[in-house]
Protein backbone atom coordinates (compact mmCIF):
# COMPACT_ATOMS: atom_id res chain seq x y z
CA UNK A 1 0.00 0.00 0.00
CA UNK A 2 1.67 3.04 -1.22
CA UNK A 3 1.78 6.24 1.57
CA UNK A 4 1.92 9.84 0.89
CA UNK A 5 5.81 10.36 1.30
CA UNK A 6 6.80 7.42 -1.22
CA UNK A 7 3.82 8.40 -3.78
CA UNK A 8 5.23 11.86 -3.45
CA UNK A 9 8.92 10.69 -4.05
CA UNK A 10 7.50 8.61 -6.98
CA UNK A 11 5.93 12.21 -8.06
CA UNK A 12 9.13 14.10 -8.09
CA UNK A 13 10.44 11.59 -10.59
CA UNK A 14 7.63 12.26 -13.31
CA UNK A 15 7.99 14.60 -16.96
CA UNK A 16 6.51 18.21 -16.06
CA UNK A 17 4.03 16.98 -18.47
CA UNK A 18 2.91 14.05 -16.41
CA UNK A 19 3.01 15.82 -13.05
CA UNK A 20 0.59 18.44 -14.55
CA UNK A 21 -1.94 15.41 -15.76
CA UNK A 22 -1.56 13.45 -12.12
CA UNK A 23 -2.35 16.77 -11.17
CA UNK A 24 -5.37 17.51 -13.25
CA UNK A 25 -6.66 13.89 -12.56
CA UNK A 26 -6.27 14.28 -8.65
CA UNK A 27 -8.10 17.57 -9.15
CA UNK A 28 -10.86 15.96 -10.59
CA UNK A 29 -11.02 13.04 -8.08
CA UNK A 30 -11.52 15.39 -5.20
CA UNK A 31 -14.23 17.55 -7.17
CA UNK A 32 -15.90 14.05 -8.35
CA UNK A 33 -16.25 13.05 -4.33
CA UNK A 34 -17.51 16.51 -3.17
CA UNK A 35 -19.90 16.40 -6.08
CA UNK A 36 -21.16 12.73 -4.83
CA UNK A 37 -21.66 13.90 -1.27
CA UNK A 38 -23.81 17.56 -2.02
CA UNK A 39 -25.83 15.00 -4.88
CA UNK A 40 -28.62 13.70 -2.87
CA UNK A 41 -29.32 17.17 -1.70
CA UNK A 42 -29.46 18.95 -5.28
CA UNK A 43 -31.35 15.79 -6.78
CA UNK A 44 -33.79 16.59 -3.31
CA UNK A 45 -33.82 20.05 -3.91
CA UNK A 46 -34.86 19.67 -7.46
CA UNK A 47 -37.63 16.98 -6.87
CA UNK A 48 -39.19 18.89 -4.18
CA UNK A 49 -38.70 22.53 -5.74
CA UNK A 50 -42.14 23.01 -5.08
CA UNK A 51 -42.94 21.19 -1.97
CA UNK A 52 -43.08 17.78 -1.02
CA UNK A 53 -44.66 15.44 -3.34
CA UNK A 54 -45.05 11.41 -3.73
CA UNK A 55 -43.57 9.68 -6.22
CA UNK A 56 -46.37 7.14 -6.15
CA UNK A 57 -49.57 8.77 -6.13
CA UNK A 58 -48.70 13.00 -6.16
CA UNK A 59 -49.85 13.63 -2.91
CA UNK A 60 -48.32 16.91 -1.18
CA UNK A 61 -49.11 14.91 2.10
CA UNK A 62 -45.41 13.65 2.52
CA UNK A 63 -43.41 13.65 5.85
CA UNK A 64 -40.21 12.26 6.48
CA UNK A 65 -40.26 8.77 8.20
CA UNK A 66 -36.75 8.28 9.36
CA UNK A 67 -33.43 6.47 7.92
CA UNK A 68 -32.62 3.84 6.14
CA UNK A 69 -29.06 2.35 5.33
CA UNK A 70 -28.02 6.24 6.00
CA UNK A 71 -30.57 7.47 3.34
CA UNK A 72 -33.60 9.43 4.16
CA UNK A 73 -36.68 8.02 4.14
CA UNK A 74 -40.20 9.81 3.62
CA UNK A 75 -43.76 8.68 4.02
CA UNK A 76 -47.36 9.82 1.83
CA UNK A 77 -50.11 10.05 4.57
CA UNK A 78 -52.01 9.34 1.53
CA UNK A 79 -51.36 6.02 -0.15
CA UNK A 80 -49.24 4.85 3.11
CA UNK A 81 -46.22 4.17 0.76
CA UNK A 82 -42.64 4.76 1.37
CA UNK A 83 -39.98 6.21 -0.76
CA UNK A 84 -36.31 7.67 -0.77
CA UNK A 85 -34.81 10.50 -2.53
CA UNK A 86 -34.41 8.45 -5.44
CA UNK A 87 -37.17 6.42 -6.38
CA UNK A 88 -38.28 6.06 -9.35
CA UNK A 89 -35.02 7.40 -10.76
CA UNK A 90 -32.07 6.19 -12.89
CA UNK A 91 -30.16 5.30 -9.79
CA UNK A 92 -32.79 3.69 -7.61
CA UNK A 93 -32.53 0.00 -6.80
CA UNK A 94 -28.70 0.18 -7.85
CA UNK A 95 -26.09 -1.14 -5.81
CA UNK A 96 -23.39 1.08 -6.98
CA UNK A 97 -22.32 3.67 -5.25
CA UNK A 98 -23.37 7.26 -6.47
CA UNK A 99 -19.48 8.28 -7.61
CA UNK A 100 -20.06 5.11 -10.17
CA UNK A 101 -22.56 6.84 -11.67
CA UNK A 102 -21.15 10.11 -11.84
CA UNK A 103 -18.05 8.78 -13.64
CA UNK A 104 -20.57 7.29 -15.94
CA UNK A 105 -22.13 10.73 -16.36
CA UNK A 106 -18.96 12.38 -17.58
CA UNK A 107 -18.22 9.18 -19.65
CA UNK A 108 -21.67 10.30 -21.66
CA UNK A 109 -21.06 13.71 -21.46
CA UNK A 110 -17.41 12.94 -22.92
CA UNK A 111 -19.04 10.71 -25.79
CA UNK A 112 -17.60 7.62 -25.32
CA UNK A 113 -19.16 4.23 -25.88
CA UNK A 114 -20.56 2.32 -24.20
CA UNK A 115 -17.69 -0.52 -24.08
CA UNK A 116 -14.90 2.40 -23.28
CA UNK A 117 -17.92 3.32 -20.47
CA UNK A 118 -18.08 0.06 -18.77
CA UNK A 119 -14.11 -0.03 -18.70
CA UNK A 120 -13.93 3.27 -17.69
CA UNK A 121 -16.06 2.82 -14.49
CA UNK A 122 -15.58 -0.85 -13.70
CA UNK A 123 -18.95 -2.32 -14.48
CA UNK A 124 -20.53 -5.08 -17.33
CA UNK A 125 -21.05 -3.88 -20.53
CA UNK A 126 -24.77 -4.67 -19.76
CA UNK A 127 -24.58 -2.48 -17.00
CA UNK A 128 -23.43 0.25 -18.86
CA UNK A 129 -25.52 0.05 -21.63
CA UNK A 130 -28.91 0.03 -19.21
CA UNK A 131 -27.60 2.86 -17.21
CA UNK A 132 -27.34 5.05 -20.88
CA UNK A 133 -30.82 4.33 -21.51
CA UNK A 134 -32.09 4.67 -18.14
CA UNK A 135 -30.05 8.19 -17.99
CA UNK A 136 -31.62 9.12 -21.73
CA UNK A 137 -35.25 7.87 -20.75
CA UNK A 138 -35.16 10.35 -17.64
CA UNK A 139 -33.43 13.41 -19.88
CA UNK A 140 -35.92 13.34 -22.20
CA UNK A 141 -38.02 13.68 -19.69
CA UNK A 142 -36.47 16.48 -17.99
CA UNK A 143 -36.06 18.46 -21.09
CA UNK A 144 -39.37 17.76 -22.18
CA UNK A 145 -41.04 18.26 -25.75
CA UNK A 146 -40.70 22.14 -25.54
CA UNK A 147 -41.56 25.37 -27.61
CA UNK A 148 -40.74 27.75 -29.81
CA UNK A 149 -41.57 31.45 -30.91
CA UNK A 150 -40.74 35.12 -32.12
CA UNK A 151 -38.61 33.89 -35.23
CA UNK A 152 -38.41 30.48 -35.93
CA UNK A 153 -35.86 28.65 -38.39
CA UNK A 154 -37.31 25.08 -38.95
CA UNK A 155 -36.38 22.75 -41.01
CA UNK A 156 -36.16 18.32 -41.04
CA UNK A 157 -33.24 16.43 -41.23
CA UNK A 158 -33.65 12.05 -42.17
CA UNK A 159 -31.39 9.45 -40.84
CA UNK A 160 -31.67 5.77 -42.22
CA UNK A 161 -33.41 3.35 -39.95
CA UNK A 162 -31.82 1.49 -38.07
CA UNK A 163 -33.09 -2.20 -36.65
CA UNK A 164 -29.74 -2.31 -34.61
CA UNK A 165 -30.83 -4.40 -31.03
CA UNK A 166 -33.89 -5.93 -32.26
CA UNK A 167 -33.21 -8.91 -33.70
CA UNK A 168 -30.62 -10.71 -32.70
CA UNK A 169 -32.41 -12.62 -29.95
CA UNK A 170 -36.10 -11.96 -30.56
CA UNK A 171 -38.59 -14.54 -31.10
CA UNK A 172 -41.23 -11.77 -32.16
CA UNK A 173 -39.28 -9.43 -33.85
CA UNK A 174 -38.38 -9.95 -37.94
CA UNK A 175 -36.83 -7.33 -40.40
CA UNK A 176 -39.33 -5.39 -42.61
CA UNK A 177 -36.30 -5.52 -44.92
CA UNK A 178 -32.98 -7.44 -45.90
CA UNK A 179 -30.96 -6.11 -43.61
CA UNK A 180 -27.55 -3.54 -44.85
CA UNK A 181 -24.66 -3.21 -44.28
CA UNK A 182 -23.18 -0.30 -42.24
CA UNK A 183 -21.68 2.27 -44.19
CA UNK A 184 -24.02 1.21 -47.36
CA UNK A 185 -25.97 3.48 -49.23
CA UNK A 186 -29.83 3.75 -48.64
CA UNK A 187 -30.68 2.42 -51.84
CA UNK A 188 -33.61 5.07 -52.84
CA UNK A 189 -31.60 8.19 -53.69
CA UNK A 190 -32.98 11.04 -51.62
CA UNK A 191 -35.80 11.28 -49.40
CA UNK A 192 -37.60 7.42 -49.44
CA UNK A 193 -39.24 5.75 -46.84
CA UNK A 194 -36.25 3.94 -45.72
CA UNK A 195 -35.25 7.48 -43.96
CA UNK A 196 -36.93 8.73 -40.90
CA UNK A 197 -37.59 12.33 -40.61
CA UNK A 198 -36.73 14.18 -37.61
CA UNK A 199 -38.59 17.79 -37.45
CA UNK A 200 -36.29 20.69 -35.56
CA UNK A 201 -36.84 24.29 -34.92
CA UNK A 202 -35.07 26.78 -33.40
CA UNK A 203 -35.79 30.12 -32.33
CA UNK A 204 -33.89 33.48 -31.52
CA UNK A 205 -33.61 32.46 -27.86
CA UNK A 206 -32.37 29.48 -28.38
CA UNK A 207 -34.87 26.99 -27.67
CA UNK A 208 -35.21 24.17 -29.40
CA UNK A 209 -37.81 21.37 -30.63
CA UNK A 210 -37.14 18.28 -32.48
CA UNK A 211 -38.59 14.84 -32.54
CA UNK A 212 -38.98 12.20 -34.96
CA UNK A 213 -42.05 12.86 -37.00
CA UNK A 214 -42.79 10.31 -40.26
CA UNK A 215 -40.88 8.12 -42.33
CA UNK A 216 -40.27 10.10 -45.22
CA UNK A 217 -41.15 13.26 -46.18
CA UNK A 218 -43.40 14.91 -43.71
CA UNK A 219 -47.07 16.31 -44.83
CA UNK A 220 -48.57 19.59 -43.68
CA UNK A 221 -50.64 17.88 -42.06
CA UNK A 222 -48.16 15.89 -39.64
CA UNK A 223 -46.56 19.46 -39.07
CA UNK A 224 -49.13 20.75 -37.96
CA UNK A 225 -49.66 17.47 -35.53
CA UNK A 226 -46.14 18.39 -34.67
CA UNK A 227 -46.46 22.05 -33.43
CA UNK A 228 -49.38 22.18 -31.93
CA UNK A 229 -49.66 23.74 -29.01
CA UNK A 230 -45.59 24.51 -29.18
CA UNK A 231 -45.16 27.96 -30.78
CA UNK A 232 -45.97 30.98 -29.99
CA UNK A 233 -48.73 33.32 -31.55
CA UNK A 234 -47.28 36.06 -33.95
CA UNK A 235 -44.44 33.53 -35.11
CA UNK A 236 -42.52 33.82 -38.22
CA UNK A 237 -41.24 30.91 -39.79
CA UNK A 238 -37.93 31.07 -41.68
CA UNK A 239 -37.85 27.70 -44.05
CA UNK A 240 -36.28 26.55 -47.41
CA UNK A 241 -39.14 26.39 -49.86
CA UNK A 242 -40.47 23.05 -49.53
CA UNK A 243 -44.47 23.10 -49.85
CA UNK A 244 -45.52 21.44 -46.07
CA UNK A 245 -44.19 24.51 -44.54
CA UNK A 246 -45.69 26.65 -46.73
CA UNK A 247 -49.49 25.14 -46.73
CA UNK A 248 -48.57 24.42 -42.62
CA UNK A 249 -48.08 28.12 -42.45
CA UNK A 250 -51.21 29.15 -44.48
CA UNK A 251 -53.54 26.86 -42.61
CA UNK A 252 -52.00 28.14 -39.17
CA UNK A 253 -52.10 32.29 -40.30
CA UNK A 254 -48.17 32.45 -39.77
CA UNK A 255 -45.91 34.74 -41.14
CA UNK A 256 -43.77 32.42 -43.19
CA UNK A 257 -40.13 33.79 -44.59
CA UNK A 258 -39.07 31.56 -47.72
CA UNK A 259 -35.53 31.60 -47.72
CA UNK A 260 -34.15 29.47 -51.05
CA UNK A 261 -31.59 26.92 -50.56
CA UNK A 262 -28.03 28.25 -50.78
CA UNK A 263 -29.43 32.14 -50.04
CA UNK A 264 -28.39 31.59 -46.27
CA UNK A 265 -28.30 35.78 -45.81
CA UNK A 266 -31.16 37.05 -46.11
CA UNK A 267 -31.10 39.77 -43.27
CA UNK A 268 -32.66 38.71 -40.18
CA UNK A 269 -34.76 35.75 -41.82
CA UNK A 270 -32.34 33.19 -42.72
CA UNK A 271 -31.64 29.51 -41.53
CA UNK A 272 -28.20 29.67 -40.73
CA UNK A 273 -28.88 28.28 -36.72
CA UNK A 274 -30.95 25.42 -38.13
CA UNK A 275 -28.25 24.65 -40.90
CA UNK A 276 -26.02 24.78 -38.27
CA UNK A 277 -27.68 22.66 -35.89
CA UNK A 278 -28.56 20.12 -38.00
CA UNK A 279 -24.52 19.75 -39.13
CA UNK A 280 -23.76 19.44 -35.65
CA UNK A 281 -26.35 16.87 -34.76
CA UNK A 282 -25.08 14.73 -37.70
CA UNK A 283 -21.36 14.81 -36.28
CA UNK A 284 -22.11 14.01 -33.02
CA UNK A 285 -24.32 11.03 -33.41
CA UNK A 286 -21.91 10.01 -35.94
CA UNK A 287 -20.14 9.14 -33.10
CA UNK A 288 -22.40 6.15 -31.84
CA UNK A 289 -22.17 4.54 -35.05
CA UNK A 290 -25.21 3.80 -36.06
CA UNK A 291 -27.92 4.72 -33.49
CA UNK A 292 -30.69 1.99 -33.30
CA UNK A 293 -34.38 4.53 -34.59
CA UNK A 294 -35.82 2.98 -31.34
CA UNK A 295 -33.55 5.18 -29.54
CA UNK A 296 -33.07 7.70 -31.54
CA UNK A 297 -35.88 10.25 -29.88
CA UNK A 298 -33.80 9.61 -26.56
CA UNK A 299 -30.35 10.77 -28.28
CA UNK A 300 -31.93 13.77 -29.86
CA UNK A 301 -32.73 14.93 -26.28
CA UNK A 302 -29.68 13.95 -25.10
CA UNK A 303 -28.12 16.40 -27.65
CA UNK A 304 -30.58 19.24 -26.85
CA UNK A 305 -29.82 18.79 -23.10
CA UNK A 306 -26.09 19.54 -24.47
CA UNK A 307 -27.10 22.44 -26.46
CA UNK A 308 -28.48 24.08 -23.89
CA UNK A 309 -25.69 23.07 -21.51
CA UNK A 310 -22.99 23.79 -23.73
CA UNK A 311 -20.72 26.47 -21.85
CA UNK A 312 -20.12 24.46 -18.60
CA UNK A 313 -17.15 22.89 -18.11
CA UNK A 314 -17.25 19.09 -18.65
CA UNK A 315 -17.13 17.87 -14.60
CA UNK A 316 -19.78 20.12 -13.92
CA UNK A 317 -21.83 19.17 -16.89
CA UNK A 318 -21.52 15.82 -15.66
CA UNK A 319 -22.52 16.20 -12.33
CA UNK A 320 -25.88 18.51 -13.66
CA UNK A 321 -26.26 15.67 -16.08
CA UNK A 322 -26.86 13.38 -13.61
CA UNK A 323 -29.14 15.64 -11.13
CA UNK A 324 -31.39 16.46 -13.95
CA UNK A 325 -31.69 13.16 -15.48
CA UNK A 326 -32.67 11.77 -11.41
CA UNK A 327 -35.13 14.99 -10.58
CA UNK A 328 -38.12 13.46 -12.61
CA UNK A 329 -40.02 10.51 -11.50
CA UNK A 330 -39.70 7.93 -13.96
CA UNK A 331 -39.35 4.40 -13.76
CA UNK A 332 -37.41 2.42 -16.80
CA UNK A 333 -37.10 -1.45 -16.64
CA UNK A 334 -35.16 -3.65 -18.83
CA UNK A 335 -38.45 -5.28 -20.23
CA UNK A 336 -39.95 -2.05 -20.94
CA UNK A 337 -36.39 -0.65 -22.72
CA UNK A 338 -36.84 -4.02 -24.70
CA UNK A 339 -40.45 -3.79 -25.87
CA UNK A 340 -39.78 -0.39 -27.06
CA UNK A 341 -41.41 0.18 -30.61
CA UNK A 342 -39.11 -0.78 -33.48
CA UNK A 343 -40.14 2.01 -35.94
CA UNK A 344 -41.83 4.79 -33.17
CA UNK A 345 -43.00 8.17 -35.18
CA UNK A 346 -44.80 10.44 -33.61
CA UNK A 347 -47.43 11.55 -35.47
ZN1 LIG B 1 -48.61 8.67 -2.08
Not at 277 to 290: A, E, V
Amino acid sequence: MPNVTTSLADVKTLSDYDKERLFNAIGEIITLSSYAKNLTQEVRENRFSKGKICPHCSSELVVRNGKYKGKQRYICKTCKKTFSDFTYSPVAHSKKPIDKWLKYAKCMIMGYSIRKSAKTVGVNIATAFFWRHKILQAVKKYMGFGSVEGVIEADETFFRISFKGNHKKSKTFSMPRKAHKRGDKAKKRGISKEKVCVACAVDRAGNIIMDLICLGRMTHKQLEGFYDGHIGGNSIFCTDSHKSYIKFTQNLGLDHKRVKTGHYKEGLYHIQHINSFHSKLKKWIKNFNGVSTKHLSNYLYWFKWLQFFNEDKEIVKSKNFLVHSNSNFIKVNIKDLKAKSPLPILI
